[in-house]
């Protein structure tokens, strides 16, 4: 049975040639528990959800199949100090 796409946001850095082209993904889900590790994020055409942290990955980029858009500088930057939280870095 095939998984159905989700949406998501990659943070990763650009990967050396010699590198696996792996990138960092942390999924936007809908189902919203109200947790520290979520970042709220509205998008036009998609229902109110947030980004959770928790759910932190790592995925070959050809398993990506397409860029729905570009979040704001705002919500990375949440985003990143959720991540920083919830993997217990300074």
Avoid: N
């Avoid at 796409?5 to 189902?31: F, G, K, M, N, Q």
């Avoid at 990506?64 to 959720?82: H, I, N, S, Y």
Wanted: aromatic share 6%.
């Amino acid at each position: 049975m095939a998984q159905k796409p989700r949406p998501c946001l990659i943070l990763s850095i650009a990967y050396l040639d010699h590198e696996r082209a792996v990138v960092s993904y942390i999924p936007r889900t809908t189902t919203l528990r109200s947790s520290r590790f979520e970042v709220p994020q509205q998008a036009r055409g998609m229902a109110a959800g947030a980004f959770d942290a928790q759910g932190i990955g790592s995925v070959p980029v050809a398993k990506l199949e397409r860029r729905l858009g570009v979040v704001e500088p705002a919500v990375v930057l949440q985003v990143e100090k959720a991540i920083k939280l919830w993997l217990h870095l300074p």
